[in-house]
């Protein structure tokens, strides 16, 4: 964990991008601490999405640093962002629907068996591992063959997050998680993020529903206008307060 | 935040699937059934032609010539792409290997290793094709299957091209072996075993799968969906120039106009097989089999005393069938937990 002095995981300082002449994100600084829920909020076309892409390596900050563990660095690519355990979720691209949990889970990084010159798919160390892992971020009731299609939104959501954790996720992005979920499915992946978080996972999470990001987030990081309007824990600012921020009351 | 201990109790939800459910997730049901009806069928109609050891020689050459293009389309639909031009590299590459060794003074196995390695670059530049210029390959693969068309006539000059006869390569890659029965049927098996094992069993089968299935996800994973894509679509063209060889086993010639049908063909057997149109999903063994069904209505039809233009007809039926119950068994499948 090298140079985790501050113990701060991940910390923008000062970050801006502009596309030409249109500034989509000026001077927006916040930090996530391990086991940190950071809730990013903010109206549609505030630069919420455009942070993102920018932590997750998609975007080059047109200025300011960015300090990964302590040290500043700068991202190269999302492999790069990646590699440093900056895993990002999104809504639809998490999963190959067609193809079973495990086989989803393992994609890319598939247990294989060395036999001579070629290497073969370890089928049972998949199946297996991946139901150890399910259980562990507290999916009891789903077989690791299952084809990914058969799976709630909830249930999709849970998988892909659990794969990022498992392969090494310090910080997990989650972009609108349970834009498309029942109450009961929202609920299930908000318990998994808890699950992940006592793991010492840091998460940054971008949330529409005040109550919900309210109800699980630690911070709240408030964009409005590419600025960060201001960066409150939890307890110094309720749902109201922050519907009013958002409704564009100072 | 107790609703995920609440499903503790034993649920509905199983952690075994069922053993309904792991007969129905089997892709090859369809075209296992179909054959067992077809069978049946054609015994009747013909009972004592149809199970003699000439028909099941004639009906397994058939369908290695037809099988192994299905080994490698079923692998390219799988991962969501089509080679429309599969006949046209088929028919180039036979005549390519007759002129090669007959006019070209080549030693066979030299024409045989140029053939292939043209049947593959074929299968490559379609697939780059594709990849470079973001088109479907429906449409792009249309094209070069004109292209090639025109290139064998120009090739061929509209005739049967020989190999070398009674050249000892050519027979153990495809020679008679008696009762109707040639070597190509070895082959064939042979590949489609490797190819199953493949697709199944390695890392590489799991991103063809992947990309098919939904191809930004895979990327996002770092899966290296255009290679992958292009693998499957040379491997197309290596089977297309391995399924010429295989007639050249058969006939000793290549003829310009042969294997039009070929790509159709090699689409149905994969469809009939249980491969998705749309990618993510198939089995090679499927589409062996379905060469298989399509090669024995063919025969089945002749032993009966029928017209064989019934054939087209008969596969047409079987193909929609086979769409048609895949569709709704996948869709079932894909909703069961």
Known sequence: MGSETSGVRLEVRNLSKRFGSVVALEDVSFSVRPGEIAG????????????????????????????????????????????????????DLALVNTLSI??????????????????????????ERTAQILRDIGIKDLNPTTPVSALSGGERQAVAIGRTYYFGGKLLILDEP????????????????QEVKAKGVSVILIEHNMIHVHDIADRLVVVRHGNVYGDYAKADVGVADLERILAGAR | MSSVEERDAPSPRLNRPSLM???????????????????????????????????????????????????????LI??????????SNYAFTGIAIGLLSTTGGLPTWVAVVLGLLISTAIGLANGAITIGTKIPSFITTLGTWLVW????????????????????????????????????????????????????????????????????????????????????????????????????????????????????????????????????????LGAMLGAVLMSMINSGLILAG????????????????????????????????
């Open chain 1, 102 to 127: 495990a086989r989803n889970f393992f994609l890319h990084a598939e247990p294989v068996r060395r036999l001579g010159p070629v290497s073969f798919l370890n089928v049972k160390e998949m199946n």
């Open chain 1, 40 to 91: 990013l909020v903010g109206d549609n076309g505030a630069g919420k999405s455009t942070a993102i892409k920018l932590i997750c390596g998609y975007y080059r900050p047109s200025g300011g640093t960015i300090l990964w563990e302590g040290a500043v660095t700068e991202l190269e690519s999302p492999e790069h962002a990646r590699s440093l355990g900056i895993q990002t979720v999104y809504q």
């Open chain 2, 21 to 75: 459910h792991r007969i129905v997730r089997v892709p090859e049901l369809m075209v296992l059934a179909a054959l067992l009806i077809v069978i049946i069928f054609f015994v009747i109609m013909a009972p004592t032609t149809f199970l003699s050891a000439r028909n099941i020689g004639a009906v397994l050459t058939a369908s290695a010539q037809l099988g192994v293009a299905a080994v490698g389309m079923s692998i």
């Open chain 2, 149 to 284: 068309f025109g290139l064998t006539l120009a090739l061929s000059k509209g005739y049967f091209v020989p190999v070398k006869a009674n050249d000892p390569l050519i027979a153990v890659i495809g020679g008679a072996l008696g009762y109707q029965f040639y070597a190509s049927v070895f082959w064939w098996v042979g590949i489609g075993i490797i190819a199953i094992i493949l697709l199944g069993r390695t890392r590489l089968g799991n991103w063809i799968f992947a990309v098919g299935g939904n191809a930004e996800a895979a990327r996002a994973v770092g899966v290296p969906a255009n290679r992958v894509k292009l693998f499957a679509f040379g491997l197309v063209g290596l089977v297309a120039g391995i399924s010429a060889l295989f007639t050249l086993g058969q006939q000793g010639s290549m003829a310009p106009l042969y294997g039009q049908n070929l790509a159709m063909q090699a689409i149905a057997a994969s469809v009939i097989g249980g491969c998705l149109l749309s990618g993510g999903a198939g089995s090679v």
């Open chain 2, 78 to 87: 799988i991962a969501g792409e089509f080679d429309i031009s599969v006949g």
């Open chain 2, 306 to 337: 029928a017209p064989t233009f019934w054939y087209q007809t008969f596969v047409g039926a079987i193909v929609i069938v086979a769409v048609v119950i895949n569709t709704s068994i996948s869709r079932r499948v894909a909703q069961m937990k």
């Open chain 1, 178 to 193: 349970t834009s498309a979920l029942s109450v009961k499915q929202t609920q299930k992946v908000f318990s998994i993020i």
